[in-house]
C-alpha cells in the first residue's frame, strides 16, 4: 500500500486523504501576505519617516525629534489642533442634526413625497467633495457668491449675509455634503425599530416632539453614537473643504497643514509625517470607539420575531412644512450646486447669472475639457483603477472572511483586525506613507499608476471585508462539507458554492468601491505624477490653474456620468439580488 498524508480541515476535523501539497495554502498564505503588506508597511513607515529627516542626494536621513519639536512646540499647533476638532464636531453635529432630522419625517411621520425622497438621498453622495466645495465657493462667496448678491439687492445693502471662507462656511459646506450619510445611517435604524412604544406613548397623550424625544431617540442611542463618530472621523479626515476654502484665508487644520508642509519647498516630509501621526492616533481612538459601540448595542434592541408595520405619525398642517424642508434641502444639496456649475461652464468666463450674460452663451468649456491633451488618459485611469482595485479587494477579502468566519485558526481575530486596519488611515494620511515607503524602496512603481493602484486597495481593503462578511456569515458549513464528500477540492469548492454564494455581498461591495475609487482625490493628490493623472486630479489642477469655467464643465460631465454609473450599479445589483449599493 502506498502512504498517503493525512491532513486536516483548518477548523480541526479530519479530512480525505489527500496527496502531496494543497493548493489552498497557497492561496491563503498569498491573500494574507497581501494584507499584511498593505495594512502594516504604510503605518510602519510613516511612524519611521517622522523621526528623520528627509534624504537627499548630498545628504543621508538622520535621527531626529525636530519634527515632533517644530510641530507640537508653538503655539500655532495649539490653534491648529483647536480648528481641527471644531471643524470636525462642528460638521458632525451638523451633518447628524441635519440627517437625523430628515430621516424622522421620512420614517415616522406622514410627510408627502417622503418615498420620492428617499429615492433621491443616493444623488448627494455621488458628487465628489472637490465639486461640492467649488459650487459652493460661487454661490457662497462674499464677492461673487450668487446668495450673497441675491440678498444684496433685496435688501439693498452691501452686507455679506454668508461667506463660505470662514470656520463656520467650513462646517456648512463639509456638513451639508456628509448629511446624506448620516440620513442613510439614522433611516436604516430608525426603519428597524418596533415603534409600539411611539405608539403607546401617543395613546398615552404625548405629542409628535415628546415622542420622538423622549422614545425615538433614547431607543436609537447606539445607532446615533455610530453615527456621530463615523460623521467626526470622516470630518477631521476631510481634505478638500479645508484646502479650498481655509487655506485662502488662514485657517489649518491637520490636513491641510500636511498638505502643505509636502508641497513646501524642501519638501518637509518629516514635518508632514509628524502631523499626521496625531491625525491618524485622533482616527484610531474614533474607529475604536465605534467598533466598541458595534459590539454593545444589543441591549437597545427593539425588533422581535413578531412581524410589523410601523404607523406613521400625522403631523396634521404641519407635514407641509416638513415636506417643504425636504424641497429646500434637496435645493441646497443638488439643485443649487449642479445649476451654479452648469451656468457657469455655459460662460466663456465666470459672471454671475443676469440678462446680458444669457447672451454669452457658449459651450467652448466643454469643447476644452472634450479636448484637453490629459482628458481620455485620465478617465482610463480613474476606470482601470476603480475596476481593477475593487476586483483584488474583493477577491483577497473574500478569501478573508473565509479564514476568519469559517475557520478555527488561531489568531485569526488578528488578521481580521489587520485588514480592518487601513481604515483609521485619512486618505492623506495613507497617500503620504506610500508614498514614504516607495521613495526609501525604490522597486519601479513610484511615478506609475501602479503606487495608485496599492492605495486604493489600501484605503478601501475594510470596506470590501465588511461586505464579504456579512454575506459569509449567512453560508452554513455543510454546503462546504456537502462539496468535500462529493470529492471536490477547496478550490473547487471555493470557486463553484463559497463564491457564488456570496455572489450578492461581493457585487454591492464591488459596486461600492467603484463609485468611491473613481471619485477619490486625497489619497491621490500626493501620488500621481504627469501621465497618471485621473478625474478627480485634472479637477483640482484646473482650480488651482483659475480655470473656472473649464472646471464646471468637466464637473458637469462628471456628476452626469457618475449618476448614469450608480443607475446601472443599481440595475445590476437588483439583478443579483442586492437592494443597494
Not at 416632539?209 to 456621530?228: D, E, G, H, N
Not at 475609487?517 to 497618471?532: D, F, K, V
Amino acid at each position: 500500500m502506498e502512504a498517503v498524508d493525512q491532513s486536516t480541515t483548518l477548523d480541526g476535523r479530519s479530512a480525505l486523504p489527500r496527496r502531496g501539497f494543497d493548493f489552498k495554502w497557497l492561496i491563503i498564505g498569498g491573500c494574507v501576505i497581501l494584507v499584511a503588506y498593505f495594512a502594516l508597511i504604510p503605518l510602519f513607515f510613516l511612524l519611521w519617516q517622522s523621526f528623520f529627516t528627509p534624504q537627499t542626494a548630498t545628504q543621508p536621513a538622520v535621527f531626529t525629534l525636530d519634527n515632533y519639536r517644530t510641530a507640537y512646540s508653538s503655539s500655532e499647533t495649539i490653534r491648529l489642533f483647536l480648528n481641527s476638532l471644531q471643524f470636525a464636531i462642528g460638521t458632525a453635529l451638523f451633518s447628524f442634526c441635519l440627517g437625523t432630522l430628515l430621516a424622522w419625517m421620512n420614517e415616522r411621520t406622514n410627510t408627502p413625497f417622503k418615498s420620492l425622497f428617499f429615492a433621491l438621498s443616493i444623488i448627494p453622495l455621488i458628487i465628489p467633495g472637490v465639486l461640492f466645495t467649488v459650487s459652493w465657493i460661487l454661490l457662497g462667496s462674499p464677492k461673487i457668491g450668487l446668495i450673497n448678491l441675491a440678498l444684496q439687492k433685496v435688501f439693498e445693502t452691501d452686507y455679506v449675509f454668508f461667506n463660505v471662507y470662514s470656520l463656520w462656511g467650513m462646517i456648512w459646506v463639509d456638513g451639508l455634503h456628509y448629511s446624506p450619510m448620516a440620513f442613510l445611517i439614522m433611516t436604516a435604524a430608525f426603519r428597524s425599530m418596533d415603534p409600539a412604544l411611539e405608539e403607546s406613548a401617543m395613546m398615552s397623550g404625548a405629542n409628535v416632539l415628546q415622542v420622538a424625544w423622549r422614545i425615538t431617540l433614547k431607543l436609537s442611542w447606539p445607532a446615533i453614537f455610530a453615527t456621530l463618530l463615523i460623521l467626526f472621523v470622516r470630518a477631521i479626515e476631510s481634505f478638500e473643504v479645508p484646502a479650498l476654502l481655509g487655506l485662502p484665508v488662514g485657517i489649518q487644520v491637520f490636513t491641510s497643514s500636511i498638505y502643505q508642509a509636502i508641497h513646501h519647498y524642501p519638501s518637509q516630509i518629516g514635518l508632514a509625517s509628524a502631523y499626521a501621526v496625531t491625525l491618524l492616533a485622533i482616527t484610531t481612538v474614533g474607529v475604536y470607539f465605534q467598533s466598541r459601540l458595534s459590539s454593545q448595542g444589543s441591549k437597545y434592541s427593539t425588533m422581535t420575531g413578531k412581524g410589523y408595520r410601523p404607523r406613521p405619525m400625522d403631523l396634521g398642517p404641519w407635514r407641509f412644512l416638513t415636506a417643504g424642508i425636504f424641497i429646500l434641502y434637496f435645493l441646497l444639496i443638488v439643485v443649487l450646486p449642479f445649476l451654479v456649475l452648469l451656468w457657469s461652464s455655459l460662460q466663456r468666463f465666470y459672471s454671475v447669472p443676469s440678462w446680458a450674460a444669457l447672451q454669452n452663451l457658449t459651450l467652448d468649456a466643454y469643447r476644452f475639457v472634450l479636448t484637453y491633451p490629459t482628458m481620455t488618459q485620465s478617465v482610463w485611469n480613474s476606470l482601470v483603477l476603480a475596476l481593477g482595485s475593487a476586483t483584488i479587494i474583493m477577491l483577497v477579502t473574500s478569501v478573508i472572511c473565509w479564514i476568519v468566519v469559517k475557520t478555527k485558526i488561531p489568531g485569526r481575530w488578528l488578521l481580521d483586525n489587520l485588514a480592518s486596519l487601513p481604515m483609521v488611515f485619512p486618505g492623506l494620511v495613507l497617500g503620504l506613507s506610500i508614498m514614504i515607503f516607495y521613495l526609501n524602496f525604490d522597486i519601479g512603481i513610484y511615478g506609475t499608476l501602479w503606487i495608485m493602484f496599492a492605495a486604493y486597495i489600501t484605503r478601501f481593503l475594510p470596506y470590501g471585508l465588511r461586505y464579504n462578511t456579512t454575506s459569509m456569515l449567512q453560508i452554513h458549513k455543510e454546503l462546504e462539507e456537502s462539496a468535500a464528500m462529493s470529492g471536490a477540492s477547496w478550490g473547487t469548492t471555493f470557486w463553484r458554492v463559497i463564491l457564488p454564494l456570496l455572489k450578492p455581498g461581493l457585487v454591492a461591495g464591488w459596486i461600492y468601491i467603484v463609485i468611491v475609487s473613481i471619485r477619490e482625490l486625497s489619497s491621490s493628490i500626493l501620488l500621481y505624477s504627469p501621465g497618471t493623472e485621473v478625474v478627480s486630479i485634472v479637477i483640482w489642477e484646473l482650480w488651482e490653474n483659475g480655470q473656472y469655467v473649464e472646471l464646471s464643465a468637466l464637473g458637469v460631465l462628471f456628476i452626469v456620468g457618475l449618476f448614469i454609473l450608480v443607475m446601472l450599479a443599481q440595475f445590476v445589483g437588483k439583478k443579483f439580488g442586492v437592494k443597494e449599493a
